[in-house]
């Protein structure tokens, strides 16, 4: 992806027509409707599908002949359900963090996550997610910290299940406040937000937004609220 007056590069994806070309971002395909890289291009997101139209791997270049500086993996069950990504911070060929989601249903109800070298254990366990009847109705998040007082953060949504407002309890002054407020554009891209500092998986209509690659994940398709499709 290229900001400015550079270009959105998406490669491998059957991309079922062209965005139109904006002071921001562009998308370009040759006559089969892949993405295509030219010399010259600068601040360069890569991204791989698999046979399934499910994204498997994106790699950030700083330019056309630059080697990758950051890769992100994605794995799926059979259900398309994101279920694992990992992280090469640096495009070193090491992964840095994992991640892993269980699910109940379609919902995310477990994250957990490592930092560093070995695979994801039960210990690694860091939220805990409560969801309400309705589809997409996220409630609260709880961040586990083992063996002391979990810290819960209740989302406040719209209409649109979209998180508005996050609150918190301090269990000192034995009052809930809101800590974070957001604000969307009409697509879902956050334009401002009162403390980016604190953390949620669920932003735009309730659903999971991975913020190493700025897409929304709707199960079967990634969606990326800055060209809103």
């Known amino acids: 992806m290229a900001t400015g007056a550079g270009w959105r590069c998406r490669l491998d994806?059957?991309?079922?027509g062209e965005l139109a070309k904006e002071n921001r971002s562009h998308q370009f395909v040759d006559t089969n409707e892949n993405g295509q890289l030219d010399a010259?291009?600068?601040?360069?997101?890569?991204?791989?599908?698999?046979?399934?139209?499910?994204?498997?791997?994106?790699e950030h270049r700083a330019?056309?002949?630059?080697?990758?500086?950051?890769?992100?993996?994605?794995?799926?069950?059979?259900a398309n359900?994101?279920?694992?990504?990992?992280?090469?911070?640096?495009?070193?060929?090491h992964t840095d963090k994992r991640r892993v989601l269980a699910y109940d249903g379609n919902q995310i109800v477990?994250?957990?996550?490592?930092?560093?070298s070995g695979?994801?254990?039960?210990?690694?366990?860091?939220?805990?997610?409560?969801?309400?009847?309705?589809?997409?109705?996220?409630?609260?998040?709880?961040n586990v910290d083992n063996g002391t007082d979990e810290t819960i953060q209740w989302n406040l949504t719209d209409h649109l299940n979209t998180v508005r407002d996050i609150a918190k309890y301090n269990s000192g002054s034995d009052m809930t406040t809101v800590v974070n407020h957001l604000i969307y554009?009409?697509?879902g891209r956050v334009t401002a937000e009162t403390n980016s500092a604190v953390d949620s998986l669920f932003l735009f209509t309730?659903?999971?937004?991975?913020?190493?690659t700025e897409l929304q994940n709707n199960l079967n398709r990634w969606y990326d609220p800055s060209v809103g499709r």
């Open 81 to 93: 359900r994101w279920v694992r990504r990992r992280l090469d911070s640096d495009g070193d060929g």
């Open 119 to 142: 695979q994801v254990q039960a210990g690694d366990l860091e939220w805990r997610y409560l969801w309400g009847p309705a589809v997409d109705q996220i409630l609260a998040e709880e």
């Open 63 to 78: 330019s056309y002949a630059a080697a990758v500086d950051r890769v992100i993996e994605n794995a799926y069950d059979y």
């Open 206 to 212: 309730g659903r999971a937004f991975d913020s190493q």
């Open 13 to 16: 994806q059957q991309c079922g």
């Open 110 to 116: 477990l994250d957990f996550r490592r930092t560093g």
């Open 40 to 58: 010259g291009d600068t601040d360069i997101t890569q991204y791989t599908w698999d046979h399934r139209n499910r994204l498997v791997k994106v």
């Open 185 to 187: 554009d009409a697509f």
